[in-house]
């Protein structure tokens, strides 16, 4: 037995975002990169509260510092419009403020759009919160954001994206739903990827955010927390970490997921902290490591972590 978790309305296709009506008295929660691309001005919407300083990894002084400067406002509705950053924080000051929730992805591979989960920093280290108060009332899924994007944006967000469908896809909670999402996704982004389609980059993303929000990420998710506590950005980690995790796990998509990110050719990423206290920290992500489809000591995170110092992973 299963049960299958998503946002009760997903819209998607171009122009969607501009073509929506959005409520009036709304409060949009963006970044300052989306405010200097004009992405505001696509969305069809009046509304007038807007906060645009969301940075990349957010904390949840983030969240706080939001919900203390609008809890007094009057808007029924929270509009988050960027990255998996920004949506993670509007998603999560929407459940604290019970307003209605709009997801608008700018990024294409966090797939925080159309998930329970919020990723946000607690005391200097990343911590995911899962609940059903976090899905999206509706996600709107534009694929016009993705012009003009930076390519290293792209392939960031995409290597994120090939990394949670195919972790979910060996996760020992995966189910034939998720699995069938899974290898779709992974086939539509690296079709993509490999042949510059960018439509197709956004649709396995879409997908891939609906496999691993029911089934979870695995190993390489909690081996790349610890380079994005020192700054590291997420998709960039996953490209080592999960390339890593796959071989350890014997995955299916260890050989191709490999190729993918050798035709990136992303700089190497290195863990200055302390490798035994890092090893034990992400021990302590039970979220992450008890769904690995191969039980895991903290002596193979010490090795897997020195393997991707010493450069040993492709």
Avoid at 180 to 204: R, S, T
Wanted: with cysteine; hydrophobic share 35%; glycine share 6%.
């Amino acid at each position: 037995m299963f049960a299958i978790k998503q946002p009760s309305k997903i819209i998607y296709g171009k122009n969607s975002s501009s073509e929506y009506n959005f409520p009036e008295k709304s409060l949009l929660i963006t970044s300052s990169g989306a405010k200097k691309r004009n992405w505001i001005e696509n969305l069809n919407s009046s509304s007038t509260l807007v906060f645009d300083d969301v940075e990349p990894n957010p904390s949840m002084e983030t969240v706080t510092k939001i919900i203390k400067k609008y809890e007094s406002y009057e808007f029924s509705t929270i509009i988050g419009l960027g990255g998996g950053s920004v949506l993670d924080v509007a998603k999560f000051v929407a459940f604290k403020l019970n307003k209605f929730k709009i997801l608008i992805p700018t990024n294409f591979g966090s797939g925080s759009e159309v998930t329970r989960i919020s990723v946000l920093k607690v005391n200097g280290e990343k911590k995911s919160f899962h609940d059903d108060k976090l899905f999206a009332d509706i996600s709107i899924i534009d694929s016009n954001f993705i012009k003009n994007t930076p390519k290293k944006i792209i392939n960031y967000s995409a290597i994120d994206a090939c990394a949670q469908c195919t972790e979910a896809f060996d996760s020992k909670i995966s189910n034939n739903y998720t699995k069938f999402l899974g290898k779709k996704a992974f086939e539509y982004l690296e079709d993509g990827i490999l042949n510059d389609n960018q439509e197709k980059i956004v649709f396995g993303s879409l997908l891939s955010g609906l496999s691993f929000g029911n089934a979870s990420t695995t190993l390489g998710h909690a081996l790349s927390y610890v380079f994005s506590n020192e700054g590291i950005s997420h998709g960039h980690a996953l490209g080592f970490t999960t390339t890593i995790a796959h071989e350890f796990n014997k995955s299916v998509f260890f050989e191709r997921f490999k190729k993918i990110i050798q035709k990136m050719d992303i700089p190497k990423i290195r863990l200055n902290q302390d490798l035994t206290e890092a090893s034990k920290l992400i021990m302590t992500d039970s979220k992450h490591i008890d769904n690995n489809p191969i039980p895991i000591t903290q002596e193979n995170i010490f090795n897997l972590l020195k393997r991707i110092n010493d450069e040993q992973v492709f």
